[in-house]
């Protein structure tokens, strides 16, 4: 029987979260230099089960500081007109874009 839910995160900003619709409690745990903060969602009795299935939503926002994001100068574009943007999840680094778990549970994720 598992009563929560984990994630990896680092550096967002949680705003709420949401299971199979309903306002859910969560919690941020103490802060790792490199591997952030787990993030860890109560589930209701009903997900409780082995075998349930469920939907999470996690509202959150990133942070300029994320880890999977980096910038060329304008000046190495070919354009040499604008910056570009590239990610790099490799590793440990997706945390900082989605709140994620890679090992034993199945994601999609939706942007608004």
């Known amino acids: 029987m598992t ?3 984990e994630l990896d995160t680092r550096d967002l900003t949680i705003t ?3 299971v199979d ?3 859910a409690k969560f919690s941020l745990g103490a802060a790792h230099e490199a591997f952030g903060s787990q993030l860890t969602i109560a589930l209701p009795p009903a997900l409780q ?5 469920g939907k999470v939503l996690v509202e959150y926002a990133t942070s300029p500081h994320s880890s999977a ?3 060329l100068p304008a000046a190495s574009t ?3 007109r604008h910056p570009y943007l590239f990610t790099q999840c490799q590793a440990i680094h997706a945390r900082s874009l989605l709140p994620c778990q890679v090992i ?3 994601a999609s994720f939706t942007p608004y």
């Open 3 to 5: 009563s929560t839910f």
């Open 16 to 18: 709420a979260v949401k």
């Open 21 to 23: 619709g309903a306002p």
């Open 49 to 53: 089960a082995p075998g349930a299935t």
């Open 69 to 71: 994001c980096q910038w």
């Open 78 to 80: 070919a354009g040499k």
């Open 104 to 106: 034993g549970h199945a």
